[in-house]
């Protein structure tokens, strides 16, 4: 395949699609990767692509349209091929609310449990005045072209890849994005490397499915690993991160098999929460070991702070 740009390119956002997103612009970068794959950061969440022989696979769509149309024309500075798909990671706002943007003909591929969290997510009303219109409208217009229960290997624009969910793990929905010719995974918010030392958990999600996602992530042929969030690390960083959730969960459950309480728990391994929006990791994993597997529930409610 020819090469493409390999340096970083850099665009600033044309006129805003959406009131909300107009105040903020995102400069958003490119980074390549192999001589046709890319990850893009500067959004609200990383994305990447991939340029295939007649067209290019996209990971995941943006937070909004505006967020959307921006990514749509930095990848657009760099091949002219169309876009042939869009693999969603999760059903989370900043991977999917960018999807109206794209092209009618661009395919929608999700894991299941993401298609489902969308037309939940459109009938509940507790949204608030961004996240419901904006479910609304995914699930009027944009729901899946095809869903992915746990395994799917796809060619898309002559690039293999492999769809990957293991068990629930930062949401019942994930995907691993896994393309075994570029030696690349785009592990969606299952890898996040700046949101702290323990995994967000949410939506569904499972403390004991995330460590199986990671230990299948690390076990795949993968020079690089993209995080959902924050930028690449190294394989021994992502270990490292594994085994410390690992020994932090155990230590939970000893103490919540002990009787202890949340607060007695977080006294005596401080939650390290990283991101005041979610829940500690030390919360999450109680949750799971004194109710039991959580229930599906919208994106906004395991939010610490609601939606405005
Ligand atoms: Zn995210």
């Not at 740009?5 to 909300?20: C, G, K, Q």
């Not at 959307?68 to 760099?78: D, P, R, V």
């Not at 037309?119 to 095809?146: C, E, I, V």
């Amino acid at each position: 395949m020819k090469p493409y740009l390999i340096t970083v390119v850099l665009i600033i956002i044309a006129p805003s699609l959406s009131a909300e997103s107009a105040a903020k612009p995102p400069r958003l970068k490119a980074h390549s990767l192999t001589d046709s794959a890319f990850w893009i950061e500067g959004g609200t969440a990383n994305a990447g692509f991939v340029i295939g022989n007649d067209g290019v696979l996209l990971i995941d769509a943006q937070r909004t349209p505006a967020e959307g149309a921006a990514q749509m024309a930095l990848i657009e500075t760099i091949t002219s091929r169309p876009i042939t798909a869009i693999v969603i990671t999760h059903a989370d706002p900043d991977h999917v609310g960018g999807l109206p943007a794209y092209p009618a003909g661009a395919r929608i591929i999700m894991q299941e449990n993401a298609r489902a969290q969308i037309l939940s997510a459109a009938t509940d009303n507790h949204g608030g005045p961004l996240f419901g219109p904006m479910y609304r409208k995914l699930a009027a217009n944009h729901l899946p072209d095809q869903t992915v229960a746990d395994l799917e290997r796809i060619t898309i624009a002559g690039i293999r890849v492999t769809l990957i969910h293991t068990a629930p793990a930062h949401t019942s929905g994930d995907l691993v994005v896994h393309l075994p010719e570029q030696k690349l995974v785009f592990g969606g918010d299952i890898v996040l490397s700046n949101q702290g030392r323990f995994p967000i958990i949410h939506v569904g999600g499972s403390s004991l499915g995330w460590l199986a996602a990671m230990n299948e992530i690390l076990a795949l042929d993968a020079k690089v690993i993209v995080p959902g969030h924050g930028p690449v690390e190294t394989r021994r960083q992502l270990e490292t991160r594994v085994a410390d959730a690992k020994r932090r969960r155990a230590e939970i459950k000893k103490m919540v098999e002990a009787g202890k309480s949340l607060a007695q728990i977080d006294v005596t391994l401080p939650p390290e929460t990283a991101n005041s929006m979610f829940p500690s990791f030390n919360y999450t994993t109680y949750d799971e070991l004194t109710q039991g597997y959580p229930p599906q529930r919208p994106p906004w409610a395991s939010l610490v702070k609601p939606p405005r």
